[in-house]
């Protein structure tokens, strides 16, 4: 994929371009994208499907994220501005989002997170000390999705033998490109899948509870009342989304990164104290989510004249990487005091479990690097990102 957008002429007054974020690219090539449309954009219109609008200006960005009123969560793709499913609490708005949130922030708190630090350094630690035995693997299959993965489905109490089917609807369900999905059939059959297996979950759970999020989320009340199986589902997927993709593709951008920069990683071996502020920075670097909101009313953001029930694509990176919050913003720097990257979103959305996303990622961090010190990139590979969430596809790894 270039990096140089396809002119499709202008929009009321707009710059209008055939630009489809799900297609997937060489390694790098969306955010080289964004930095050059950034600079030269504030925001343009998408001809793709059904149209939307693109804001590229990264403090319209983050304003348009907190203003909930304005953008509203009831929809949260931008080629889907009326979608036959629910993510919660993702899809919901204040004050319902809100109550939601409530319930989860003891699920997902500080204090609730490091309580499980010693079972996820016990799981990173077996995965790589496997790795570690043989002189290189595609890291992403062995390590990045695994990691996070069994995390999430001993915190859920599902079995872990049903890895590997939920890995394979994550990519239905987030990683299929407009040409491939045009549709979003595929997306929804594989999100009705997953659905029907929480289904099943939440009747075991019904008939008998275990010590699990599922469980005690079965006892929360919304609005005084006891959640419906509806929206248990729709919590649930969301869950499953949340926890199966996000922090697998920000760990395998942790692993490229310092594949590449082997003095950064000479400089976290030397100073433990330096691995924290390595992951705030890959995040804000590699930043790889672009939420999308429905407007509720009129509305002029990034110089797009946006009508009420269309869509606006809110790239985080061009936030994170704006050279006006930031210093050489393209770089990783390990000397870098200001963390204030929208890397977690911003606003009511901004991520839930981001507790629990940096102790995962710091612990990866720690755990591969005191195993596996010294490594690179092998050879011969054609190394590609994901679109819609730019994962890396694939990353083979050497080490001796």
Not at 170 to 179: A, G, T
Request: proline share 6%.
């Amino acid at each position: 994929m270039s990096t140089t957008l396809e002119p499709d002429g202008t929009y009321e007054g707009v710059p209008a371009y055939c630009y489809d974020n799900t297609a997937g690219g060489p390694i790098g090539s969306h955010h080289q994208r964004w930095d050059d449309v950034a600079a030269t954009h504030s925001g343009f219109r998408s001809s793709i499907a059904r149209g939307f609008w693109v804001v590229t200006e990264g403090t319209a960005v983050q304003e348009a994220l907190q203003d909930w009123r304005t953008f509203s969560s009831t929809s949260v793709t931008a080629l889907d501005p009326d979608p036959k499913f629910l993510w919660i609490p993702e899809m919901l708005d204040p004050p319902m989002h809100t109550e939601w949130r409530r319930l989860l922030g003891r699920e997902f708190s500080p204090k609730a997170v490091a309580a499980r630090e010693p079972e996820i350094r016990r799981v990173a630690v077996e995965l790589i000390d496997q790795l570690a035995q043989t002189d290189g693997a595609d890291v992403l299959d062995g390590f990045a999705r695994r990691f996070p993965t069994t995390i999430f489905l001993r915190l859920m109490g599902l079995p872990e033998e049903d890895l590997e089917r939920f890995l394979d609807w994550v990519h239905d369900v987030l990683h299929l490109s407009y040409e491939q999905d045009p549709d979003r059939s595929r997306q929804f059959s594989a999100i009705q899948q997953v659905s029907a297996y929480f289904q099943e979950q939440i009747a075991l759970r019904r008939e008998a509870p275990r010590d699990d999020l599922l469980s005690r989320a079965m006892t929360w009340r919304i609005e005084g009342k006891p959640i419906s199986d509806r929206d248990l589902h729709a919590f649930c997927v969301l869950m499953f989304m949340a926890g199966l993709d996000t922090v697998p593709i920000a760990v395998g951008w942790v692993l490229y990164h310092f594949a590449q920069h082997p003095e950064q990683r000479r400089a976290i071996l030397a100073d433990q104290a330096l691995i924290a502020t390595s992951v705030e920075e890959i995040l804000r670097v590699y930043s790889f989510v672009i939420p999308a909101r429905k407007a509720t009313r009129d509305v002029t953001v990034g110089g797009c004249p946006v009508r009420a029930g269309e869509m606006v694509m809110l790239p985080l990176s061009v936030s994170n990487r704006d050279p006006r919050r930031y210093d050489n913003p393209r770089q990783v720097d390990l000397a870098r005091t200001t963390s204030n990257h929208i890397a977690f979103g911003s606003g009511p959305h901004r991520c839930l479990g981001s507790h629990l996303a940096r102790l995962e990622l710091n612990v990866a961090v720690e755990e591969w690097h005191r195993r596996i010190p010294d490594y690179r990139v092998a050879d011969g590979q054609d190394l590609r990102e994901t679109g819609n969430m730019y994962g890396i596809t694939s990353l083979r790894l050497e080490w001796t």
